[in-house]
């Protein structure tokens, strides 16, 4: 499984940004992939998910800002990220989840906190930065 993520850049608080993440080598279509994000210091936090069926589910902070999408024929995930504040200056990831560990997590307890050898995620992409300037 490889999973590339493309779309970071700096922008001014208030701005928007789409992250992309190409999937391949994945022989299954029910998986879930996730979204993640690591500041400099901190542990990296799932953002969202979404499953096979394209039900996505946030984390709170990301409630109402952020919208995760997905290209089944283009094998593309998205990430939207609107109303960008200094705090969501962060390395963002895609990770393969292969049984929605990451949607369970945030559905009834709103966050989830892993480190990068998190045994329930497949794979992860190398990252794509995010810096947000106030």
């Known amino acids: 499984v490889q999973l590339v993520e493309s779309g970071g850049g700096s922008v001014q608080a208030g701005g928007s940004l789409r992250l992309s993440c190409t999937v391949s080598g994945y022989t299954s279509s029910n998986y879930c992939l996730d979204w993640f994000r690591q500041a400099p210091g901190k542990q990296r936090e799932a953002v969202g998910a979404?499953?096979?069926?394209?039900?996505?589910t946030y984390a709170d902070f990301a409630k109402g800002r952020f919208s995760i999408s997905k290209d089944n024929a283009k094998n593309i995930l998205y990430l939207q990220l609107n109303s960008l504040k200094p705090e969501d200056t962060a390395m963002y990831y895609c990770?393969?989840?292969?049984?929605?560990?990451?949607?369970?997590?945030?559905?009834?307890?709103?966050?989830?906190?892993?480190?990068?050898?998190?045994?329930?995620?497949?794979?992860w992409g190398q990252g794509t930065l995010v810096t947000v300037s106030s």
């Open positions: 979404i499953a096979s069926d394209h039900t996505p």
């Open positions: 990770a393969a989840d292969p049984d929605c560990a990451g949607a369970d997590y945030l559905r009834y307890g709103g966050s989830w906190l892993v480190d990068p050898n998190q045994p329930a995620l497949d794979a």
